[in-house]
């Protein structure tokens, strides 16, 4: 697949060539479909039920499905996120974003919009238990004392008396396990529902292992086909850390690839739609941001198709280790 990948490059030629094997991956699958029906009762049954599975994924998904955490709290699989957005467009952004149906918005304190978030949660007139508030204690407020202070200043601008999942925003040496400490107290306290990390790797997952009992809920970090971290996110998987999957979009700078148009004329899907899609199926929750209402509608109409598995396959193989944020963190681990 990477072959073909490498392959088919840029020119329009080969974008045509690959909707016509997209196509005939798809025609094959029929033909055999067909002949499953023709050939056996055991084979029609099996048919039948693939096919129950697929109507069933295809109807049951919904912009409030929720992954169960470790702790038990349901997390919603998909929601807003809302770095760099300025103030007053994140009120904006929330409110189009929770009355287009999400209910989950992921802020931080270093986005400095904490306080629209909190705004726009009470405008919209949903309750405080019908969105799940995510946002994270920043490099500067590591440490036990500096932690809850941040975060008592997160709950004050956001205006709620519980934040549903706090996370270290990065593992910046010297005070994780401190920070860590104060969080799982306010947990204790019911002031979070869960806590978890983010732009952690296995390094820093293991030495947290070693000095706390508390397995965080989630690891936060970039994701998408052109970056999918495989043995960081199989090493969540074992031990039931949820993946939340941050710049699915590739902050719009993949969007322009050969193959994902391809797929996205394929499936009369926009390319956003089919890394989304992707992200979801892979098990991730998936935080999108934008800050224009078309925008934040488009990318939620994700719930009523499937992406098939030798497209899922094909879009695998667009990993190249692509990176749209900072360097990868390879900060050794100091406490
Ligand atoms: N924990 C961390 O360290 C960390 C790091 C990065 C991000 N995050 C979280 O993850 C969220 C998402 O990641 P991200 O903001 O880096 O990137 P992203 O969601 O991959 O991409 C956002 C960019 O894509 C554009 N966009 C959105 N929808 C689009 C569409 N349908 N078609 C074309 N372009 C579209 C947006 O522009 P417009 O806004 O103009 O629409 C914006 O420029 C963040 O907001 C934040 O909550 C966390």
Redesign the pocket.
């Known amino acids: 697949m990477s072959r073909l990948k490498s392959a088919f490059s840029k020119s329009f030629a080969v974008d045509i060539l690959l909707r016509q094997f997209c196509r005939q991956i798809c025609t094959t699958e029929t033909t055999f479909t067909r002949n499953s029906f023709d050939s056996s009762s055991e084979a029609i049954k099996l048919e039948a039920n693939s096919s129950y599975r697929r109507m069933k994924s295809l109807h049951e998904t919904s912009i409030t499905d929720t992954i169960t955490l470790n702790d038990k709290v349901k997390i919603p699989c998909f929601?807003?996120?809302?770095?760099?957005?300025d103030v007053k467009l994140t009120r904006k952004?929330v409110l189009c974003a929770l009355e287009t149906g999400y209910r989950q918005i992921?802020?931080?304190a270093?986005?400095k919009n904490e306080r629209s978030v909190g705004e726009a949660i009470r405008e919209s007139g949903l309750k405080r238990q019908e969105v799940f508030v995510?946002t994270?204690v920043y490099h500067e407020d590591h440490g036990y004392n500096e932690t809850r202070i941040a975060f008592e200043k997160s709950l004050k601008l956001l205006g709620v008396d519980f934040v549903d999942l706090y996370?270290i925003?990065?593992p910046v040496p010297g005070k994780v396990v401190e920070t860590w400490k104060a969080m799982g107290e306010l947990k204790e306290k019911g002031f979070i529902r869960s806590i978890g990390v983010?732009?952690f790797n296995i390094h820093h997952l293991e030495a947290l292992k070693m000095h706390s009992e508390i397995t965080p809920s989630v690891n936060?970090?970039?994701v998408?086909p052109f970056l999918q971290e495989s043995s960081l996110v199989d090493y969540c998987k074992d031990r039931g850390i949820v993946i939340?999957?941050?710049?699915?979009?590739?902050?719009?700078?993949k969007?322009d690839n050969h193959v994902l148009r391809s797929l996205a004329y394929q499936y009369n899907r926009?390319?956003?739609?089919i890394?989304l899609r992707w992200s979801l199926q892979k098990g991730f929750v998936c935080?999108?941001?934008?800050?224009?209402s078309?925008?934040?509608k488009?990318?939620s109409k994700v719930f009523d198709f499937y992406i098939e598995e030798p497209h899922m396959e094909i879009l695998d193989s667009l990993e190249e280790g692509y990176r749209?944020?900072?360097d990868k963190i390879l900060w050794p681990w100091n406490g």
Do not use: C, M, W
Request: charged share 20%.
């Open positions: 929601g807003l996120g809302v770095y760099d957005i952004a992921d802020t931080a270093r986005y995510v994270k996370l925003h990065f983010s732009n936060q970090i970039e998408h939340q999957a941050y710049s699915p979009l590739t902050r719009g700078q969007l926009t390319p956003a739609q890394l935080i999108p941001k934008s800050f224009q078309e925008r934040i488009e990318n749209t944020g900072r």
